[in-house]
């Protein structure tokens, strides 16, 4: 993985000058490799075809033996009548999605995902996994220090490759009357922007592309791994609907034993309108965002050694977030029924087997 951060900071200087033409795709699959576990890859774009050749698409990975992949090339459709067919569906497949970088600042998400892209096997139902949820995001950075120890995405996509600029507001949709507007460049933030709109910035084409892979797929459990500040209460946290925190709760117990890191639990409400979690909660998938600490947040500091950090090393954070999907996907599990058990097989048993992996010393 040592290459991997190399490969990473050249990328970006490239993307950056190459801004209006690249794709997604592309820059995604140079930074990881898929391991024998992953069936098939497709792009974003097979989901919503406006985003094909884009800055903005990028692959899905899909992990497991189930037959029955996607919709491809399916009509355009609303996600609520995918949903109604959805519900009828007799599947009995076990599919879990777990989406990161839709804030590319937060990497420990997307290097916890190409872990499970690298490493893992899954029988018994199927695993998506979008690791680079905004590809857009990573390829720009707000930060002009000269000489980043690291050099990383931002929180939002890159204004060169949207449509236009921001407007001088935003409202996610579906948000109560009573919250007030967001500031226009929010339009830009992926997960502001759920369930999405096929018509609308390319931020919210993603958004809508991802929640339609979701319900095409009958996913049942879906995590977004996230990263917050220092000072957030979100940081170490699962937060998820009031009708989910039971599922929640009995995975922060497992969490916590075998990471010896206290995790608490945040209920949310309204005022999350537009974030992941709550509106494909809406589409009856399980749906949780997990955050851990990002010692670099809130301004994005590059001077801050996130790899070895005293705080929050980077190793501690990928091997949370990969127990934290072991122990959601168990959890949720619990409660739906009749369903056929998903087996992750090739997550990390100890901090010390990523820490081989981030720094390029693994044993094969
Ligand atoms: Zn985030």
């Known amino acids: 993985m040592r ?62 033996d189930s037959p029955a992949l996607h919709v491809k090339n399916a009509p355009e459709r609303s996600i609520s009548e995918e949903t109604t067919e959805k519900q009828d569906s007799s599947s009995t497949d076990y599919t879990v999605a777990i989406v990161a970088g839709a804030h590319a600042n937060e990497i420990a998400g997307s290097l916890a995902a190409y872990w499970i892209i690298e490493h893992c096997r899954v029988s018994g139902g199927k695993l ?31 204004p060169a490759h949207e449509k236009g600029p921001d407007p001088g507001f935003f409202i996610p949709f579906d948000a109560s009357e ?22 609308g910035n390319y931020t919210s084409q993603i958004a809508y592309a991802i929640t339609r892979l979701l319900v095409q797929n009958h996913v049942r459990t879906a995590l977004d791994l996230h990263e917050a500040s220092p000072g957030s209460s979100l940081a170490w946290s699962i937060i998820t609907r009031p009708e989910y925190l039971d599922v929640a709760a009995l995975a922060v117990l497992q969490i916590e034993e075998e990471t010896e890191k206290s995790f608490h ?38 001077t801050i050694d996130q790899i070895f950090n005293d705080k929050a090393p980077l190793v501690e954070r990928v091997f949370i977030h990969l127990c934290t999907v072991k122990a959601l996907v168990a959890s949720a599990y619990e409660e739906l029924g009749d369903l056929v058990a998903l087996n992750i097989e090739g997550l990390p ?5 990523v820490q081989k992996w981030l720094l390029g010393i693994e044993e094969n």
């Open 265 to 302: 639990l945040e209920s949310s409400r309204d005022e999350f309108a537009g974030y992941s979690h709550w509106e494909w909660g809406k589409l009856g998938i399980r749906a949780f965002l997990v955050e851990t600490l990002n010692p670099a947040q809130p301004s994005d500091d590059p």
């Open 178 to 199: 009573s919250l007030p507007s967001l500031s226009g460049q929010e339009v830009r933030n992926l997960n502001r922007q759920y369930p999405g709109d096929p018509t």
């Open 349 to 353: 048993s100890s901090k010390e087997e």
């Open 128 to 158: 998506i996994v979008v690791p680079r949820a905004n590809a857009s995001a990573a390829t720009w950075s707000t930060s002009k220090v000269a000489a980043p120890i690291l050099h990383y995405g931002a929180r939002l996509s890159n």
């Open 3 to 64: 290459k991997f951060f190399l490969a990473w900071l050249v990328l970006l200087g490239l993307f950056v000058s190459q801004a209006q033409t690249e794709d997604g795709v592309a820059f995604v699959m140079s930074e990881v490799k898929a391991g024998e576990g992953v069936e098939k890859v497709l792009s974003l774009s097979a989901f919503l075809s406006s985003l094909e050749g884009t800055a903005f698409d990028t692959p899905v990975f899909f992990l497991g």
